[in-house]
C-alpha cells in the first residue's frame, strides 16, 4: 500500500491546504485541515518531506512538525509561484510547494529556534519605535518653528525643543500651545526610555551569544548588527558562498543581460531589508573613521572615483561577506595588515 512520502502544506490563520503524493508521485491527499487539528493530522503520518512556505508563522509551524519527526524545509515564496498552475487558489499553491519541494535545485530557508524569533522581535519592535521618535520629534520640529523657535534636526536638538516646552518662563510659547506640545514631549521621553530599554536587551543576549560577539569585532558591525545577523541567519552553510549571501541580502547589482552583453544596474534591494539597512548604515559609519579604513586601501581609492553611498553599500557588501565567513567556519575576525609604503 503507498505512504505519503511528500507534502506540501499551504499554512493560513484557520484552514491549511494538504497536498500529498507518494514516492512514485501519485496523488494521495488533497484536502483542507483546520489549525486546531493540523499537529493531530501529521501525528498519524508516518515521517515524511513536508514543504511549506517561508511566510509568517512558517518557523513555528516547522518547529512543531520537525519534533513530530517529519523532515520540514521552507522554501521562499518567489521560488514555489513558478510551479503554480494557472489560478491561484490555496489546492494549487498546496500543490506547487509539494512540487518545489523535491526539485534538487531548490535553495531552502532554515528554521529559526524560538530564541532567535524573540531577539527578531526586540529588534522588529524597536526599529519601529525608532520611527516613532522620528516622527514625533519631526512635529515637535514643525510646530515650534511656527512661533520661531528652530533646532537643529536630530535627538539634541528635540531635547533641546523639549525643554524650552516644559519651560514655563519662556515667553515665545504660548500657554495653549505649551500644554498641546507638552503631550508631544511626554510621548517622546517615553519612547527613547523604551528604545533604551530594548536596547539593554539586544546587548544582554550579545553577550551569551557566541557568534554575535565574533561579528561584532568586524569593524563597522556593532551589537545591534551583530545581534540580527545572528537571529537572521541561523545556519550560515545554507549559502554556498559568501557572494550568494551577499546577493540574499540585496547587495550585489541588478542584471538584465542576454545575447553575451551583459547590463548591470543599481543593487537588487532583494532579501531582509531591515538587514541591508543595517549594514549600509553601519558601513557609512565605518567610513568616516579613519582607524576602519587606513587598512582598506581599496576604500580609499574608491572614496576618489566614487559617490560616498557608493562605497558605503561596496563596504556593506564586503562586510556581509566577512560575516558569512565567521559564522560559517566558526573564526575571528583578523584585521587585514597595513599596506605597504
Known amino acids: 500500500m503507498s505512504r505519503v512520502s ?70 521562499p515564496p518567489q521560488y514555489v509561484k513558478p510551479y503554480v498552475k494557472r489560478n491561484k487558489t490555496d489546492a494549487a499553491d498546496a500543490e506547487a510547494i509539494c512540487e518545489a519541494v523535491t526539485r534538487p535545485s531548490m535553495r531552502f530557508v532554515a528554521i529559526k529556534s524560538a530564541d532567535q524569533q524573540a531577539v527578531l522581535t526586540l529588534h522588529r519592535i524597536r526599529d519601529q519605535l525608532v520611527r516613532q521618535r522620528t516622527m514625533i520629534t519631526n512635529a515637535l520640529r514643525w510646530h515650534m518653528a511656527e512661533f520661531g523657535i528652530i533646532e537643529k534636526q536630530g535627538i539634541a536638538g528635540a531635547k533641546r525643543l523639549a525643554e524650552v516646552v516644559s519651560d514655563e518662563a519662556d515667553h515665545r510659547l504660548p500657554d495653549i500651545a505649551r500644554s498641546a506640545l507638552f503631550v508631544l514631549v511626554e510621548q517622546l521621553r517615553d519612547v527613547m526610555e523604551k528604545i533604551d530599554t530594548l536596547k539593554r536587551e539586544l546587548l544582554a543576549w550579545h553577550k551569551q551569544s557566541e557568534v554575535s560577539r565574533r561579528l561584532a569585532k568586524i569593524p563597522g558591525i556593532g551589537p545591534v548588527v551583530a545581534t540580527a545577523l545572528a537571529a537572521t541567519v541561523p545556519d550560515a552553510s545554507v549559502f554556498t558562498s559568501a557572494r550568494q549571501f551577499a546577493a540574499w541580502l540585496g547587495l550585489v547589482p541588478r542584471q538584465h543581460s542576454t545575447g553575451g552583453k551583459p547590463r548591470l544596474g543599481g543593487i537588487s534591494k532583494r532579501g531582509d531589508g531591515y538587514l541591508r539597512r543595517l549594514l549600509v548604515t553601519g558601513a557609512t559609519a565605518a567610513l568616516f573613521r579613519s582607524k576602519d579604513t587606513r587598512n582598506r586601501p581599496w576604500v580609499k581609492e574608491l572614496l576618489r572615483r566614487r559617490p560616498t553611498k557608493v562605497v558605503a553599500v561596496a563596504l556593506a557588501n564586503k562586510m556581509a561577506r566577512t560575516a558569512w565567513a565567521l559564522m560559517n567556519s566558526g573564526g575571528v575576525y583578523r584585521a587585514p595588515k597595513p599596506a605597504a609604503a
Open 6 to 75: 511528500v507534502v506540501g502544506l499551504d499554512i493560513a490563520k484557520h484552514v491549511f491546504q494538504v497536498h500529498g503524493i507518494d514516492a512514485s508521485g501519485a496523488v494521495l491527499v488533497r484536502h483542507q485541515v483546520r489549525r486546531i487539528e493540523l499537529l493531530s493530522y501529521f501525528c498519524k503520518l508516518e515521517p515524511c518531506l513536508i514543504g511549506i512556505e517561508a511566510c509568517s508563522t512558517a518557523h513555528y509551524w516547522g518547529r512543531e512538525l520537525r519534533a513530530l519527526g517529519h523532515d520540514v524545509r521552507l522554501i
